[in-house]
Every structure is written in C-alpha cells, then in structure tokens.
C-alpha cells in the first residue's frame, strides 16, 4: 500500500510538471535521502539528454536536490534518495542491462499508465524515475541513465522469478 501511495505522490508531482513546464527551473521536491552522497555521484552523472528514435529529450535544472528532469514539458523525473522498497510480490521487478554491461533491478509500478515509476530494487540509496509512456519509453531513459545509477553501492537484493524461490521453504522461517 505504502508503494501506491507513493506512486500516487510522483504521479501527482508528474503532473504540475506538465503545468510548470514552461517555466526553466523544474521544482521537485527532494526525496528524504537525497544528501546521501552517493547520490552526488548519480547526479554529476546524469546524461545531458535523453533520445529515443530521432526525438531528443535535453536535461533541464532543477531546484531539488538528487534529482534530474528531462524534456519539455517535462517527460521523465529522477529523483535520488527514495525509501528502498521492500521485497514485494504486487510488482514486477525487471533487470536492465544497459550496453555498457550495468545491470540494474527496477521494480515497475504502471498503476498510473500512462506514467510509469521505476525504482531500483538493488541500490542503496533508491532512485526512483517516473516516465510519461505517451512521450518515451523506458528502455531509451533506463539505458540513458544507467551508468550514473550503477554508481550507487548494492544493498544485496535482486529480483527473482517463480524458479527461483524453493517451493518447500516455509514462508517466515
């Protein structure tokens, strides 16, 4: 319930954006952990712009801490410094590997298609990046920011599949 809920809060700060999106400065709100500083290293990282197809996506300034915006109006918003999910079975939880070999756990929350907020399963501190569907996909943006997020320590959780969990453990033993 916690994680609809905070998907319910991006998707409602996704939104103002639209409305903001003339102004040059994109206001978020900075996530709890953003002064983590490994969240530093994601944001010196984040790339200038974001393509998909023959569509480019520039970065834009932000006035939040850890995080990164990008399009306008504005298409995607990373923030750096989110609570890290617990395991879950309610949503998806998806490995990326980016070109460069960065493999990254996203759990994927669609319950305001069409925006889409994927947060690292594996990474300590979280980032959490919400994406208009409408505009890009996630493979262009997960690709794009990937070598920034790889910088972020492992937290010893990854995603696993139905093959992966033993049928004759007893749950909470």
């Not at 490994?38 to 932000?62: H, N, S, Y």
């Not at 850890?66 to 306008?72: D, Q, S, V």
């Not at 943006?141 to 007893?170: K, M, R």
């Amino acid at each position: 319930m916690k994680g609809r809920r905070t998907a319910a809060i991006a998707a409602a700060a996704f939104l103002a954006l639209g409305l903001a999106a003339c102004s040059p400065t994109v206001a978020l709100d900075p996530a709890p952990d953003a002064a983590d500083p490994a969240c530093a290293g994601v944001t010196v990282r984040l790339p200038d712009e974001i393509d998909e197809d023959a569509a480019k996506f520039p970065q834009r300034e932000t006035n939040a801490q850890a995080t990164g915006a990008w399009g306008e109006p504005t298409v995607v918003v990373l923030h750096c410094g989110v609570a890290e999910p617990p395991p879950t079975s309610e949503l998806p939880c998806n490995t990326a590997t980016d070109s460069a070999g960065n493999s990254i756990d996203w759990l994927v929350d669609d319950s305001d298609d069409p925006i889409f907020t994927f947060t690292t399963y594996n990474k300590k501190p979280a980032v959490s990046v919400t994406i208009d569907y409408d505009s890009i996909g996630s493979a262009s943006v997960l690709d794009a920011i990937s070598t920034a997020v790889s910088t972020l320590p492992e937290n010893g959780h990854h995603c696993v599949g139905l093959d992966d969990v033993d049928p004759t453990a007893t749950p909470g033993a």
